[in-house]
């Protein structure tokens, strides 16, 4: 299905910021290398859902499922470090941005028929928008952000 690997990509597009806990502020390299290393591991992660589309709305609902842990597991991720002071703002509104596409998984479990209705929505939601110009605002301050970048 056509909507799955567009949600696949959006999720890979903005959601390639996965960290690790803690309570010391990250230094720019630090955090620079957790958007690096997260990013290519998300994006493998989710390049191997992408690559075969669901053939039935169980197989859809399945990786809708692991689509959603992963969204889960970066924003709660992104939310527990402390990024640079200049990227917290940007980095509050990636999490937000996350947390849409994981409430957009949610919409897609519930109505399976409607999945392609509601990623052209997800694309179009504001938290996305926010997300997107947080990246590229992370660029404009010299952030090497590696695979971020909504579409």
Do not use: F
């Amino acid at each position: 299905m056509h909507s799955m690997k567009r949600l696949a990509l959006l999720i890979v597009a903005s959601g390639v910021l996965a960290g690790c806990g803690g309570t010391s502020r990250l230094s720019k390299t630090a955090y620079e290398q957790k958007l690096q290393t997260d990013g290519k591991a998300v994006q493998s992660q989710l390049a191997a859902l992408s690559k075969s589309p669901p053939k039935t709305l169980a197989q859809l609902a399945t990786r809708v499922d692991t689509i959603e842990t992963v969204v889960k597991k970066m924003a709660d991720d992104l939310s527990s470090i402390k990024p640079p002071s200049d990227a917290e703002a940007d980095n509050t509104a990636i999490v937000a941005g996350l947390k849409r596409i994981e409430s957009g998984a949610e919409e897609v479990k519930a109505n399976p028929t409607a999945a392609q209705a509601i990623v052209a929505k997800i694309e179009k939601a504001p938290e996305l928008e926010a997300a997107n110009k947080a990246v590229a605002d992370l660029k404009s301050k010299g952030y090497q952000v590696g695979v971020i970048g909504l579409p």
